[in-house]
């Protein structure tokens, strides 16, 4: 992004310096366009931009160089007189610049991947790599990816198979940093989650891990271990030897915790079936377990054996459960 905005700087200096001959009025609006070229950042969210989308930027272009102001009267609508080269030479700069704007916005418009509930999805990024997705996960990047840099956005939970290059793979989530060249791991960082807790375990190579806020606290890990960083612990813990078997029990469409708070066994329920699961007390959401699931059916089993194991109760509600104490008779 900043070496796009620099560009666009250098463009517009250098369309400013080689055009002395404009009149200080037409510099003026010239300027202003190359202004929102450079400001087009703003753009960032929209994905595509229409035809007719574009004839109105072109239209607006044309307003603003007073372009329309001049050839009324004139049947044909062109510019006329001694000054028709200079003005048609101006309109092919203005339809440039126009051009610019929406190409701009659409260039730096990020590519955004998102799973459904119930769902996982292998994706391929543009560089070989692939990432699979466990439920409702999004990923994020631009369209340069690859070509200019590597870095990924990541809300939820996937799977990295990272192919080699000398180009650093950079993934943020929620507050943390993942750095490899070429390895496989699985990350874990769902912002809903308590304490927004970001977990890294690696399968294959060697991965840094640090908290954005905290890049000189590297932590480093290699096969076979995991680490973990909070808003509550901005330095990742020591690496510690993983249970792979846990962590990747989602792509075998399991369900599996090591000591989980309910709170987060709830939401990756609510993920993986499209419900929702309340409860009435905090202390519930609290409760730890430790469970693995091989393959369930369906969501009210799985609620159902959780709450035999911890002595709570349930309930359905309109679109899902509702979690109790049980209570004395």
């Known amino acids: 992004m900043i070496n796009q905005t620099r560009n666009l700087k250098f463009q517009q200096q250098s369309l400013s310096n080689g055009l002395p001959e404009l009149p200080g009025n037409e510099r003026k609006k010239l300027k202003s366009l190359w202004d929102e070229a450079r400001?087009?950042?703003?753009?960032?969210?929209?994905?595509?931009?229409?035809?007719?989308?574009?004839?109105?930027?072109?239209q607006s272009?044309?307003?603003?160089?007073?372009?329309?102001?001049?050839?009324?009267?004139?049947?044909?609508?062109?510019?006329?007189?001694?000054?028709?080269?200079?003005?048609?030479s101006m309109y092919f700069m203005a339809a440039a610049a126009a051009i610019?704007?929406?190409g701009f916005a659409w260039l730096v418009?990020?590519?955004?991947?998102?799973?459904g509930p119930g769902q996982t999805l292998t994706h391929t990024l543009?560089?070989?790599?692939?990432?699979?997705?466990n439920s409702g996960s999004e990923i994020r990047y631009n369209r340069l990816f690859s070509h200019t840099n590597r870095n990924l956005q990541l809300n939820g939970e996937a799977y990295f198979e990272v192919v080699a290059s000398d180009n650093p793979f950079v993934i943020?989530?929620?507050g943390s940093v993942t750095e490899v060249i070429g390895t496989s791991f699985n990350l874990r960082s769902w912002s809903s989650d308590p304490e927004v807790e970001t977990v890294l375990s690696v399968t294959s190579g060697k991965v840094s891990f640090y908290n954005e806020q905290n890049p000189d606290q590297i932590v480093y890990l290699e096969e076979g271990y995991t680490s973990r960083v909070?808003?509550?612990?901005?330095?990742?813990?020591?690496?510690?030897?993983?249970?792979l078997s846990y962590v990747l029990a989602w792509k075998n469409h399991s369900l599996a915790f090591s000591g989980q708070p309910l709170a987060i066994i709830f939401h990756e329920l609510e993920r993986k079936f499209d419900i929702r699961i309340d409860w009435d007390q905090a202390e519930i959401g609290s409760t730890r377990l430790s469970t693995f699931i091989a393959d369930p059916d369906n969501a009210e089993s799985v609620i159902a054996d959780i709450c035999f194991a911890k002595g709570?109760?349930?309930?359905?509600?309109?679109?899902?459960?509702?979690?109790?104490?049980?209570t004395d008779n």
């Open 39 to 58: 400001d087009a950042e703003s753009y960032r969210r929209r994905i595509h931009v229409s035809e007719q989308e574009t004839e109105v930027a072109l």
């Open 61 to 88: 272009v044309h307003q603003k160089l007073g372009f329309q102001n001049e050839s009324e009267g004139n049947s044909s609508g062109k510019p006329s007189g001694s000054g028709n080269a200079f003005r048609r």
């Open 100 to 102: 610019l704007v929406i």
């Open 109 to 115: 418009s990020p590519v955004s991947t998102t799973v």
């Open 126 to 133: 543009p560089d070989g790599s692939q990432v699979t997705l």
């Open 172 to 174: 943020t989530a929620n």
């Open 230 to 243: 909070s808003a509550l612990r901005p330095v990742p813990s020591d690496p510690v030897s993983a249970q």
């Open 312 to 326: 709570l109760t349930y309930s359905r509600t309109n679109n899902g459960f509702r979690i109790s104490k049980k």
